[in-house]
């Protein structure tokens, strides 16, 4: 100071000088879909707030999943790039929803008619037809039940139930069967059985 000698009393004050963090929010997505039987994941992450500056940043693992109907949110991890100091932000993390739907694709699952003319002998007939969104899908016979796989990879077992006709019946729907599902994934459908009728015709002896 020039002409210090002229002052009496002199003091100094010093400011601050100060950098703040910068506010980061990493949010990962949202999605949905109905259930199909494959994983649903969504491995994309929005970096919002002040953000990294150039040169700096994330990356990201780790991500959630789900297969089953229902919700989960969508966790993930993050690790900052090599030269991104932690000290210099201040990170949030938000996650996103991933969401199955019941699926609502119908299965029909359907029995045949039959008839025969009478002969004393008790008949039964096990063919089934399995649609499932209006398309068909093979049925294979696995020892005392009927199996179908959907597209899904789940699979409708049907297991006969109806205990033949022997004698002479009209206008009864009684080739019936029972149907379960192997894989609980399955929760949702909507499923529908029809069971047609086994006849038992009269024989031309019978007949007057």
Do not use: C
Request: glycine share 8%.
């Amino acid at each position: 100071m020039e002409n210090e000698k002229n002052y009496g009393k002199i003091s100094t004050e010093y400011g601050d000088l100060s950098i703040n963090a910068r506010t980061v929010i990493l949010t990962s997505a949202t999605d949905s879909k109905d259930y199909d039987g494959e994983e649903l994941k969504a491995e994309t992450v929005t970096v919002s707030g002040d953000g990294f500056i150039e040169g700096e940043g994330a990356s990201y693992s780790d991500f959630a999943s789900i297969v089953e109907v229902g919700e989960v949110e969508n966790s993930f991890e993050y690790t900052l790039n090599e030269g991104t100091d932690a000290k210099n932000y201040k990170i949030t993390k938000e996650e996103g929803t991933l969401t199955i739907r019941a699926n609502e694709k119908a299965i029909v699952i359907s029995s045949e008619d039959y008839s025969w003319t009478y002969d004393g002998k008790t008949h039964t007939y096990e063919e089934y037809t399995v649609t499932y969104d209006g398309k068909e899908v093979d049925v294979e016979e696995v020892g005392d039940h009927y199996e179908a796989t959907l597209p899904t990879g789940d699979k409708v077992v049907i297991t006969p139930t109806t205990e033949g006709e022997k004698d002479v019946v009209t206008g009864k729907e009684n080739n019936t069967f029972k149907v379960e599902v192997e894989n609980e994934k399955m929760k949702g459908y909507l499923i529908v059985s029809t069971s047609p009728s086994l006849y038992v015709k009269q024989s031309k002896s019978q007949i007057v």
